[in-house]
């Protein structure tokens, strides 16, 4: 490949001393690698050339248009667009040739998925569940790499090159390590799972008896009047770990949003235990950790593609909206479908609750003295 002067081309600009001789560097084995020059222009301007060596050990040869992947695989071009929409992915014009052989095996995947009878919505649902999954687990990865491989004093074609080797070491064991995760999640789902002879007789409905608790964090809001917003990330992340920490099965958590922790389980003692220590773990980070509130409602809820819809849900987050801090507030369903003598309980009162048409008789829950 014939020598390229990268300085009278521009894209040593802005650089100098050792980002300069890192960059011209990283250009150089980047174009011998095979990367042209256009790209590697484009790669400059969009500040962006030190992702290159990891992009090509990701990224695949681009081969086919949307267009072209709609007619190979038969499936309906506006609903492969519609599944990326969901999927979180940009769509590409019909005739961008941005798409590989793994883009067209996937619509394939879809196309045998709608040949089995499984309906379109369905699988528009499924992909924005997986959509959402997967940049929450690509996120995690890439911050677990750059907070171990990030160094002090990097310039872009260390971490460039740092971040392809890791990527080239890690990447093929990521897709069986989640295929594994997802084999045994489903199995242990398909055990607590039991489809009664009612159910089988009226079709599966996806309803059923569950109790919901709500956890979130107190002051969260103003707290992040006064910290920055790493920080303040940092609370919302710890309040997850917290949670994944203290839960068992039949519990299940179903979802973090922002400030607050969702948890979901078919009996009511384990979710009310797991709300207790919950609001214990909070409290023992100390100060600099803000209390927990919790709330739990129970009743039929309506399970669709890993989340809860249904009145046990609604009431679950009103309750916990009106909980003190450092406190779990429970619905009298709650109360009464466990053991009592296993919890100390005080009467809250009779509540009114936006949304709810009754007022609803609460109850405080903590732990006995002796087993404190």
Request: proline share 3%; charged share 30%; net charge negative.
């Given at each position: 490949m014939a020598d390229v002067d990268f300085a009278a081309e521009g894209l040593l600009k802005g650089t100098r001393g050792k980002a300069r001789a890192a960059r011209l560097e990283l250009l150089q084995q980047l174009h011998d690698a095979g990367v042209p020059l256009e790209e590697l222009k484009r790669a400059v301007a969009e500040e962006r050339l030190g992702l290159l060596p990891v992009e090509r050990v990701l990224a695949e040869e681009e081969r086919y248009t949307p267009q072209e992947i709609a007619e190979l695989s038969g499936v309906d071009y506006d609903f492969l667009a519609a599944q990326q929409r969901a999927l979180g992915l940009p769509v590409a014009d019909p005739d961008e040739r941005v798409y590989t052989e793994r883009d067209l095996e996937a619509a394939r995947t879809v196309k045998q998925f709608l040949d089995a009878g499984l309906p379109a919505d369905s699988l528009k649902e499924a992909a924005r569940v997986f959509g959402q999954s997967m940049a929450r687990v690509a996120e995690a990865v890439r911050g677990i790499v750059a907070e171990a491989f990030v160094q002090p004093g990097d310039t872009e074609r260390d971490l460039g090159l740092r971040q392809a080797e890791v990527a080239r070491q890690l990447a093929p064991s990521v897709g069986p390590m989640l295929e594994h995760l997802y084999s045994r999640h489903l199995l242990d789902q398909l055990r607590r799972e039991v489809i009664d002879r009612t159910q089988l007789m009226s079709g599966f409905t996806g309803m059923h008896e569950v109790t919901v608790?709500?956890?979130?964090?107190?002051?969260?809001?103003?707290?992040g009047e006064r910290v920055e917003p790493g920080e303040l990330g940092g609370v919302a992340e710890r309040l997850a770990a917290l949670a994944g920490d203290v839960i068992d099965p039949p519990v299940r958590m179903v979802k973090t949003i922002g400030d607050a922790a969702m948890l979901v389980s078919p009996e009511p003692a384990p979710a009310l235990d797991a709300a207790l220590?919950?609001?214990?773990?909070?409290?023992?980070?100390?100060?600099?950790?803000?209390?927990?509130?919790?709330?739990?409602?129970g009743g039929e809820a309506l399970n669709r593609y890993g989340d809860w819809y249904g009145s046990p849900v609604n009431l679950a987050s009103r309750v916990t909206g009106i909980a003190r801090p450092g406190s779990v507030l429970v619905s009298e369903l709650v109360r009464e479908a466990v053991d009592e003598d296993r919890y100390a309980w005080s009467f809250a009162g009779e509540k009114e609750l936006k949304g709810i048409k009754r007022p609803v008789p609460l109850f405080r829950v903590r732990r006995p003295p002796e087993a404190s």
């Open positions: 608790c709500f956890a979130d964090l107190v002051g969260f809001t103003r707290l220590d919950l609001v214990d773990a909070a409290d023992a980070e100390g100060e600099d950790f803000p209390q927990l509130r919790a709330g739990l409602a």
